[in-house]
């Protein structure tokens, strides 16, 4: 009976590579040869940190993978290398809360989300001044308030 679970652990342990697989740096590259993304993989597996790039070679977004997927914080950027959002991911999915910036109008969105759908408050900031925020379930929008005043007092329990 020993000998059973030994086999079938060591042929588990086998077709899942964990044996041999080594962790190893690996490139992907556009047609015209820039570097696409780099980052670590064990096996067919990105693990670890990952810098991914637009065609132009500015970097695109970049952050850690867990088991191939988005695991903890990542950024994303502009085409022109600016930081147009930023946030956590677990399992894949956007989770906490998240900031987007928008540089042309000087906004500035700091969501809650939830399973990869906004849930929770937003707060909306303009040059850096808390200036609106607003409630979201299920991804929609169910309330806005236009000053923080009315806002603490409708939502008294509001962990901000």
């Keep these: 009976m020993k000998y059973k679970i030994f086999l079938f652990v060591f042929t588990l342990l086998i077709s899942s590579n964990l044996i041999w697989a080594q962790k190893e740096y690996h490139y992907e590259y556009y047609p015209n040869n820039v570097v696409k993304a780099e980052g670590w993989k064990i096996g067919e597996i990105k693990v670890d940190f990952w810098h991914f790039y637009h065609a132009s070679g500015n970097i695109s977004h970049e952050g850690h993978f867990k088991n191939n997927k988005k695991s903890g914080y990542w950024y994303f950027y502009t085409k022109e290398g600016n930081l147009s959002k930023e946030g956590h991911f677990v399992n894949d999915k956007a989770e906490?809360?998240?900031?987007?910036?928008?540089i042309a109008t000087g906004i500035t969105r700091k969501y809650q989300y939830q399973n990869d759908k906004k849930e929770g408050y937003c707060l909306v900031y303009r040059n850096n001044k808390l200036f609106k925020a607003e409630r979201y379930i299920n991804n929609q929008k169910t309330g806005e308030w236009t000053?923080?005043?009315?806002?603490?007092?409708?939502?008294?329990?509001?962990?901000?």
């Design 96 to 102: 906490k809360w998240w900031i987007i910036y928008d």
């Design 147 to 160: 000053d923080i005043f009315s806002f603490k007092r409708d939502n008294p329990n509001a962990s901000l």
